[in-house]
């Protein structure tokens, strides 16, 4: 019967818990914003800035030295692409770096003077490409449509230089070995379907943080002892009860919101959406545990709510390049690699990407899919650990504070007696 009454006293424990953890969170605007606001219209912003995926028509400057036939075929080639736009003409280098100074251009061509003549004398031609690489979408633009131009207009001079009695001769004499170019999994090669799964983990994952951190310190304010823990209240004197209410708020909440993110999302903007949704909810169980569970230490490791706000930011940008995904995870160097293991977003974005983009099954990502559960034990004991802390300091401050008024209390009737 004992047992009975006490697996009893620790559900309803568990169930207050999280029905005062709810209230916090209603109350509190800044949380409210940061599980509601922020996770539905961030993705949604970012996800349309990149609709495009690929950048077209960017502006260059030409500087025309060699005013030939092979230079402006060249010109119009360039122009002709669907990457690059010639949008002005220059006398000579000085001006058109000046052009560049004022980004009315993303970058120069500069045809010399002996161009044709070289061309025609058999030797080498050469076009210097001068590119801002601020950005570089625009970057490889310029360069790849330069390149590509280049390599049609040396091919079309083998063709005649060949002496070919055919159209079939004419091809292998040029082109002797083909290739053909497939790409896969992001077949329009834009930027938004390669980086945006990665940061949908992300925003889920610093979304979380930001939430229970500013709940966290909602509770500390409530507290005039500046302790996570209310003081004499019985069904906070158990540490698991506390950290399974406060989780199972948060997941009842991020259900949806994680819902939002990795389904909704990528179909809103034909981004590439292979897994299905069984899929996703294996993969997104543990991930959003390991998150909650995070964000809980974190919590308590951070004493003020606005800390935890500055310290996501700070971390928002190194976390998405350790990722693997808007940089190679190859390049990154070994202790950025181990450090990037803290975090259950970098394998979380990593398992989502290949389920998601490149078709893989569950059986693929088993190695970040195990490591996710890992994390969520271990976190989930850290929790555990650092509650149990925050339950010591509120009955030592209690203790403190018995002692005080008892003191008062015995000067009090001393003062009297006298």
């Known amino acids: 019967m004992s047992i009975f009454h006490s697996i009893y006293q620790g559900l309803d424990a568990v169930c207050y818990i999280w029905f005062q953890e709810l ?61 690059v736009r010639v949008a002005y003409y220059a006398q000579d280098l000085d001006e058109a770096k000046s052009l560049v100074s004022r980004q009315l251009v993303k970058g120069i061509y500069l045809i010399p003077s002996e161009f044709s003549e070289k ?44 002496g070919a009695y055919t159209k079939r001769e004419e091809v292998i004499s040029s082109r002797p070995l083909d290739y053909a170019d497939v790409a896969i999994f992001n077949p329009q090669g834009g930027y938004g379907s390669s980086v945006l799964p990665a940061v949908l983990i992300l925003i889920l994952q610093q979304t979380l943080v930001l939430g229970i951190g500013l709940s966290a310190g909602t509770a500390r304010d409530e507290n005039p002892y500046r302790n996570l823990i209310p003081v004499g209240d019985a069904r906070y004197d158990n540490t698991l009860s506390i950290v399974l209410g406060k989780a199972l ?25 292979l897994a299905t949704w069984q899929t996703l909810f294996h993969l997104m169980l543990p991930l959003t545990l390991a998150c909650i569970f995070f964000g809980m230490v974190v919590s308590c490791l951070v004493k003020y709510r606005e800390n935890v706000m500055l310290l996501v930011v700070f971390i928002s940008v190194p976390l998405l390049f350790m990722t693997g995904v808007s940089w190679p995870q190859s390049n990154i160097p070994g202790a950025w690699q181990g450090v990037s293991w803290l975090f259950p977003s970098t394998f979380g974005a990593r398992a989502f990407v290949r389920l998601n983009t490149m078709g893989a099954t569950l059986n693929d990502v088993a190695t970040e899919y195990r490591i996710l559960w890992i994390h969520v034990a271990a976190y989930f004991a850290v929790a555990c650990l650092v509650y149990r802390f925050q339950i010591y300091q509120s009955r030592k401050h209690a203790m403190e504070r018995l002692e005080f008024l008892r003191h008062k209390r015995l000067q009090k009737q001393t003062s009297e007696m006298s």
């Open 23 to 83: 209230k916090r969170i209603v109350k509190d605007e800044g949380v409210l914003i940061f599980f509601f606001v922020v996770p539905l219209a961030y993705p949604l912003l970012y996800s349309w800035i990149y609709n495009n995926e690929a950048v077209h028509e960017v502006p260059v400057c030409v500087v025309d030295q060699s005013h030939s036939f092979l230079s402006r075929q060249f010109i119009r080639k360039c122009d002709a692409s669907p990457d």
């Open 119 to 162: 061309v025609n004398r058999m030797e080498q031609g050469v076009i210097s490409v001068y590119c801002d690489m601020s950005l570089m979408l625009a970057y490889k633009n310029i360069f790849q449509t330069a390149q590509v131009v280049s390599m049609e207009m040396g091919t079309d001079i083998k063709k005649k230089l060949g």
């Open 249 to 273: 708020c948060y997941l009842m909440v991020y259900i949806v919101m994680g819902t939002w993110l990795v389904i909704v999302v990528p179909r809103l903007f034909n981004f590439p959406h």
